[in-house]
């Protein structure tokens, strides 16, 4: 509960620019890091991310490993899947596991790289966003953006009270766990019963009390959310620009170009 994403991103020099200017930089890295044919462009994007989300945004290089390790070990298991479950073409290497025949195919393993790589890229795009702009002036933006009031008064309740069910839900665990609610598998099948039942209620009181505190606070339907005017400086627009003419020129070259 102590390192959120959103503590960072208060933190980071790169809050204070212009958010349309990060939004457009992340949607250009997601939409051309899942059309590409090979998996050169995806890795440059997500270096570059990597990159800017260190140098520029001041993030710890530990921490930030730490935080790619859960999504791509996640994307390897289905990576190993697609390695030696899919594809044709010339046979790279086989062996037997437990009287099992396993086979790497060329096509396979290319397949699996540019999976590998585009989820690489995504994530990288994506905590580039979340590691430099804190939710509240993405919601400014969403406002500005002419989506749905009720749709982004909804989104920042939720995001709101997801922190507060986590600290109801730890506050609970750690006193179930002083009482040796933890200490066998039949207790902590009780312990979480008890959890889920605690945090249910609670969730239901504190609907109860946000919207008493609303309506008395002559609530009328609409949340006011205040955009800081954050102009794109020339140097940002240079760098950017750099960016995307780097990235589209890859994109166009490397096109046919494979690895395996």
Known sequence: MNNILDDYALISPLRHRNNWLKLAIVFFGLIIGVSCASPITPVFIALCMSFTTIAFGRVSPRFYSKLLLAPIGFAAAGILIITFFSGSGHELLSFKFIGHPFSIKADGLELALLVLSRSFSGICCLYFLALTTPMIELFAVFKASRLPESLIELTMLIYRYIFVFLEIASSTMYAQTMRLGYS????SINSISMLTSTV?????????????????????????????????????????????????????????????
């Open 184 to 187: 066998n598998f039949r207790r």
């Open 200 to 260: 249910f209620i609670r969730s239901w009181e504190q609907g109860d009390k946000l919207f008493l505190a609303m309506n008395s606070r002559c609530y009328n339907g609409k949340m006011t959310v205040f955009e800081v005017q954050k102009p794109i400086k020339t140097i940002e627009l240079l760098l950017t620009s750099v960016y995307f003419i780097s990235t589209i020129f890859l994109f166009y070259f490397t096109k046919n170009i494979f690895i395996v």
